[in-house]
């Protein structure tokens, strides 16, 4: 008798070790991105991963037929490409998106996310992505807003899922029962409660086409400092040349100044976790952003003088002169206020970012899960905005911290003379005014409307060469077209 206990208990023994062998190789096993790891460092800036699967990412068959099941959610057809990710021919996802195997393929995002421009010099040509540049066509709420709005439907649920997979995919019967029983409905309740702990973007202003509000979710989420009514909308902002940028004021703000910390506390934006962290990865991304140039400008005096890409050199000469002597003080490699910080009253932009970012803030960051070794020190409060570069220059519009003013020729108008309305998110490059198109039917039709009047819009202040005569306007707007 007793040797028949022992031999069920051995049965059971080994039936759990089996079991959680199984349960580990589906459900947890990690697995390295071997398609990437010859890769070059631009293509892993937009396809790897940077560690956020196991706490953000999606279930990657599910990912893949959500748009077909639920349209209805997106900002337009075109399943994911109307979220305005750039997506590269051949590619399997847009650029922006890791595909890791953590137990079973998952799907994030990464930092091309947000640091992906987009532009066409025609209309009928095709788009050129630039990474690490300002992602301006990407609508990063829209894509959250599709995620809960989906989880909330009752056709979310594992017979329409499962239906829908196996239209495109054959699941192994394992697997089948682990997506029915399991993976959907724990992805329906992540979801859900994911789109309730942004339920208070609602009540604010919404980010828009190629803007996000990068750190209130980090004081009410991580920081747990509690909801409150401030506002942190802002543009992207391009991540080349960061070499020169080591130890400057970093971000639209400077609350950090260490490159190290704004790569890992971004990460930790995105959702990666201590024990997710991807050193290889992140140190690969921060070492590729030290080196990594802007794309030079489409201007040129080669070009044929009708082509509205001609460079005008004599009057960019003198454009230069005039940039020395009203802009370079602030936005040129050398100038004594450039990459500091200048005071919000002083520059007269939208104050709701700063007042977004406070002194428990930064010491809460500096402090977080001090039981594990993050190395956060740097961050800080602050009352004003960078003195941005302008390597790029061309390419980083709508300007403004807030992205409130559509292209250069208007940055040099009063703010009463701003355009009032425009539209964002056209990739169609505006050659006259430098900027992109923001007017007219296909920019309405593809771009998100941007009121300046909303809270934390606002397009005032700035006032450097709004008083230069017409001619001199002309001149430097010329020269800005080199930068």
């Known amino acids: 008798m007793q040797s028949k206990i022992v031999r069920w208990i051995v049965v059971l023994l080994v039936l759990a070790l089996?079991?959680?062998?199984?349960?580990?190789?589906?459900?947890?096993?990690?697995?390295?991105?071997?398609?990437?790891?010859?890769?070059?460092?631009?293509?892993?800036?937009?396809?790897?991963?940077?560690?956020?699967?196991?706490?953000?990412?999606?279930p990657y068959w599910i990912w893949r037929v959500l748009p077909k099941m639920f349209p209805e959610y997106l900002p337009g057809p075109g399943g994911y490409a109307s979220l305005g990710v750039p997506w590269e021919q051949g590619q399997e996802m847009p650029v922006g998106f890791s595909k890791k195997t953590v137990g079973f393929p998952r799907v994030s995002f990464n930092c091309a996310f947000c640091h992906s421009a987009r532009y066409r010099l025609e209309k009928d040509s095709q788009p050129t992505i630039v990474v690490p540049g300002p992602g301006n066509t990407v609508r990063p709420q829209d894509y959250a807003r599709f995620l809960a709005a989906a989880a909330n439907d009752?056709?979310?649920?594992?017979?329409?899922?499962?239906?829908?997979?196996?239209?495109?995919?054959?699941?192994?019967?394992?697997?089948?029962?682990?997506?029915?029983y399991l993976i959907i409905p724990m992805t329906k309740k992540a979801l859900i409660q994911y789109g309730q702990d942004f339920a208070w973007a609602q009540e604010k202003p919404p980010w828009g086409t190629g803007r996000i509000d990068p750190f209130n979710p980090i004081k009410f989420g991580i920081l747990d400092m509690g909801i409150d009514p401030t506002i942190g909308n802002s543009d992207m902002m391009p991540l080349w040349n960061m070499k020169v940028r080591e130890g400057d004021a970093l971000h639209w703000d400077g609350l950090n100044t260490d490159l190290h910390e704004v790569v890992i506390s971004s990460a930790i934006g995105d959702g990666m976790t201590y024990k997710a962290i991807a050193h290889e990865s992140l140190d690969r991304i921060e070492a590729w952003l030290q080196e990594v140039q802007p794309p030079p400008s489409p201007f040129d005096a080669d070009e044929k003088p009708s082509s509205p890409y001609h460079l005008d050199e004599q009057l960019a000469a003198t454009g230069e002169a005039i940039y020395e002597q009203h802009c370079a003080k602030c936005h040129a490699w050398g100038g004594e206020r450039h990459r500091t910080v200048i005071p919000v009253e002083e520059v007269g932009t939208d104050r709701h970012r700063v007042d977004m970012w406070t002194a428990e803030a930064a010491k809460r960051y500096n402090a977080y899960q001090e039981e594990y070794d993050w190395g956060m020190r740097h961050f800080r409060d602050v009352d004003g905005y960078v003195a941005v570069s302008h390597d790029g220059l061309w390419l980083r519009g709508p300007y403004l911290h807030n992205g409130s003013v559509p292209t250069l020729r208007d940055m040099l108008k009063k703010p009463e003379e701003r355009p009032q309305v425009f539209y964002r998110g056209y990739d169609l490059f505006d050659p006259v005014n430098v900027g992109f198109v923001s007017q007219g039917e296909e920019a309405e039709r593809i771009g998100f409307r941007y009121d300046t009047r909303v809270p934390g819009n606002s397009n005032q202040g700035h006032l450097f060469g709004t008083d230069l005569p017409e001619e001199q306007k002309e001149a430097l707007l010329e020269y800005l077209k080199t930068l």
């Open 154 to 180: 009752a056709r979310f649920n594992p017979d329409n899922i499962m239906e829908e997979i196996g239209l495109i995919y054959e699941l192994s019967w394992l697997d089948k029962q682990l997506y029915r």
């Open 18 to 58: 089996v079991i959680g062998a199984v349960g580990w190789y589906k459900l947890l096993r990690e697995v390295e991105q071997t398609s990437l790891k010859e890769a070059s460092a631009e293509e892993w800036f937009k396809y790897g991963s940077i560690g956020s699967e196991e706490e953000q990412g999606v």
